[in-house]
């Protein structure tokens, strides 16, 4: 599990969440309120689809994927968004006192590559795939892997 975490409010404008992802070298970050209660959780491939039209938007539209220079204009606004507008709400967390297998099978159940770690409600860290997996290697293949 990764503490602390780096994290965001719902009103923090979509540039600055890419900024912290890039500086901090996430992929996906909580969203909390002043609480630090869980409100959603917003990732690089969330703010990627903000940059291009919604599919609905091909169906009726389809020179719309290839308008760049429309896309290019509307960069400037969505720079200026808050997070909520893009965050996933329903977001699939993990009790502190769980088993690391108990995290790694939550993962793949709902094909996520975070998990927001919580206690009492409030969140307490963040565990990836690659924690999850670095760690039942070592337990489970332990001197094989020091050797590699």
């Keep these: 599990m990764v503490t602390p975490v780096v994290t965001v409010t719902p009103r923090t404008t979509y540039e600055d969440a890419a900024f912290l992802l890039h500086k901090h070298r996430v992929s996906g970050m909580p969203v909390v309120d002043n609480g630090d209660v869980l409100v959603g959780i917003i990732s690089e491939k969330d703010l ?5 039209p919604l ?12 308008d760049q ?3 290019e204009g509307e960069i400037e606004n969505i720079r200026r968004q808050p997070v909520e507008k893009y965050m996933k709400r329903h977001v699939i967390t993990v ?5 690391v297998l108990n995290a ?4 793949l159940a709902h094909g996520i590559h975070r998990l927001p770690v ?8 963040i565990v990836t795939r690659e924690d999850i997996y670095g760690t039942i290697l070592t337990k489970h293949l ?4 020091k050797k590699g």
């Design 55 to 66: 599919y609905a938007e091909y169906i009726s539209t389809p020179e719309a994927y290839t």
């Design 104 to 107: 790694g099978g939550l993962m």
């Design 69 to 71: 220079e429309k896309q």
């Design 142 to 145: 332990g001197e094989n892997i």
């Design 118 to 125: 919580t206690l009492n409600g409030k969140l307490v860290g």
């Design 95 to 99: 009790d502190a006192n769980a088993c």
């Design 48 to 52: 990627f689809q903000a940059l291009y």
